[in-house]
């Protein structure tokens, strides 16, 4: 039973266009978490949250948006993709031992 | 900033024969890090396999061990005899104390377990 659900597994988007990624979990955990994860480089956490406070690195902080309206529900917004942003996220939620992910959805700009 | 090294990108090795995965880390400003060893199996999604968050202890998961060796940085996965099943993906990944799902991750290891 998988209780990290990322919709849809792949996705196609144009140059230019926004996109929004889906996650919901079961498990009631308080945090919420997305990695960024491209070919033969290591899963680069993007943003998480805890409870209702969103929390973005530095890095990525101007390039992704997201928004967790409920403990079960999060997604992840990019405003204007660009062939950058190409890539597996990886949606992931956890306690004080462990993350539990999702299986990722590729996303594929043209 | 913190860093985990996985100097092997892919490792063959023929069923039953030992394993070694090679991880180094390096986290600044914090003497003690947790440490990780996460695996994708194909079709699957990212999964814990073992984690240590003692410096000097060992864990171990699945016929898998890794030993927390705080002088020499090193994190490595070894598995005494590998079966095919054990084909995936290996990250080592290092997270402060404070907040365990913040995690480091190195590039990963794509093992090949031959028949």
């Known amino acids: 039973d998988t209780t990290v659900k990322q919709n849809p597994r792949y996705k196609l988007a144009r140059v230019g266009k926004p996109v929004n990624l889906i996650c919901s979990q079961t498990?009631?955990?308080?945090?919420m978490y997305w990695y960024q994860k491209k070919p033969n480089q290591a899963p680069k956490l993007l943003l998480f949250?805890?409870?209702?406070?969103?929390?973005r690195e530095a890095d990525t902080f101007e390039k992704f948006q997201s928004s967790r309206p409920n403990n079960s529900f999060c997604s992840l917004y990019i405003g204007s993709a660009g062939l950058e942003y190409s890539a597996m996220y990886l949606c992931?939620?956890?306690?004080?031992?462990?993350?539990?992910f999702g299986h990722g959805t590729k996303l594929s700009v043209l | 900033g913190d860093s985990v090294t996985q100097t092997e990108g892919q490792v063959t090795v023929s069923e039953s024969k030992s394993l070694i995965i090679n991880c180094t880390y390096s986290?600044?400003?914090?003497?003690?890090?947790?440490l990780f060893w996460y695996v994708r199996y194909p079709g699957e999604g990212l999964q814990l396999l073992l984690k240590?968050?003692?410096?000097?202890q060992k864990g171990s998961s699945r016929g898998f061990e890794a030993t927390y060796n705080k002088e020499t940085t090193t994190f490595h996965l070894q598995k005494a005899s590998v079966q095919e099943s054990d084909s995936a993906v290996y990250y080592c990944?290092?997270?402060?104390?404070?907040?365990?799902?913040?995690?480091?991750f190195g590039d990963g290891t794509v093992l090949t377990v031959k028949p």
């Open positions: 992931a939620t956890g306690g004080r031992e462990r993350l539990f």
């Open positions: 986290a600044t400003s914090i003497a003690y890090p947790n």
């Open positions: 498990m009631n955990h308080d945090t």
């Open positions: 990944a290092l997270s402060r104390w404070t907040n365990t799902g913040k995690l480091t």
């Open positions: 949250y805890y409870d209702k406070i969103l929390n």
């Open positions: 240590v968050i003692t410096a000097g």
